[in-house]
């Protein structure tokens, strides 16, 4: 197994003690135990990071059941390959309570024990010209999922879809998160939007646009955000300092998918796609 670094090593660094004005990335470890990784997610509470792995070359001619869920435990560094395993292309993936909820072959939302990794519930959006990406759960447990081929953002409730946004400023509406009372949405395919919504009444604020292609977002525990532009970029955005670039890939060619972080923003786990590895940063923030 090739793991440059094992989890329990987090729990063994201490804080930072950095002076700055602005966050700062140390990349951890990059490994290649990964097959086509796109999503990460680090439940609140967990001891668990969750990798979602598409296999085969993510593409819709791949053979059924290639895709599976790997996970890294945090404070013993094990690591369970195939944890859940018999999925088309898992996108991605989100947690409340005792299941797990991810999106797989853009068109599925399906939930899962979060201990066995077993099947529990399964709902299809049966219509066309769609691409489900990624997938957010506010505390009243409505569910949130972006198309990003339709440029829209769906609602989940008690197994019925409805249809909440759709076109500007959502057009390759990707990466979705909860933070804080907002649902936040990033925006891919070149549009490069930041949007924030109130979950109740809808209203939005456009953020930032023109950013690149979003794909991931998740909180920096601190009111901020983590982004990943898929075209390789680590991003950090708050209202108060702004656009900070973390670090970069773009000679690389090995994108950046959908990132996913512990919920004190500390570690940071950022998959890459096209390159089968995965990258775990520690960020360190300015002192408050």
Not at 8 to 37: F, I, K
Not at 84 to 94: E, H, K, N, Q
Not at 134 to 141: H, K, L, Q, S, T
Request: hydrophobic share 40%; with cysteine.
């Amino acid at each position: 197994m090739k793991f440059f670094w094992l989890a329990a090593g987090l729990s063994l660094l201490g804080p930072p003690v950095l002076a700055q004005t602005a966050p700062q990335a140390n990349e951890l470890w990059r490994t290649d135990n990964v097959d086509r990784p796109e999503a990460v997610h680090v439940p609140h509470g967990s001891e668990w990071a969750y990798i979602g792995n598409q296999s085969g070359a993510g593409e819709e001619t791949d053979p059924p059941g290639q895709g599976y869920v790997s996970r890294l435990n945090l404070v013993t560094g094990a690591w369970q390959a195939r944890w859940s395993d018999g999925f088309d292309d898992p996108l991605g993936i989100v947690s409340q309570g005792d299941r797990l909820y991810m999106v797989d072959a853009g068109r599925h939302v399906i939930a899962l024990d979060m201990d066995s990794g077993d099947e529990l519930d399964r709902w299809t959006l049966e219509i066309d010209n769609v691409f489900l990406n990624d997938i957010a759960i506010d505390p009243d447990g409505r569910i949130w999922v972006t198309d990003t081929r339709g440029g829209r953002v769906f609602g989940l409730v008690e197994g019925s879809w409805r249809l909440l946004f759709e076109g500007d400023p959502f057009t390759g509406a990707n990466g979705i998160e909860y933070v804080d009372g907002w649902i936040y949405v990033v925006c891919s395919s070149g549009i490069g939007n930041l949007i924030r919504v109130q979950p109740d009444t809808l209203a939005t604020t456009l953020l930032l646009e023109g950013e690149g292609s979003l794909d991931g977002v998740v909180t920096d525990g601190r009111g901020g955000l983590v982004l990943s532009d898929l075209r390789g970029r680590l991003l950090h955005w708050s209202e108060t300092s702004g656009l900070t670039v973390l670090d970069g890939y773009e000679d690389e060619e090995i994108m950046l998918n959908s990132i996913g972080g512990t919920p004190d923003g500390r570690f940071i786990f950022a998959p890459h796609w096209s390159s089968s590895r995965l990258s775990a940063y520690e960020i360190h923030y300015p002192a408050r």
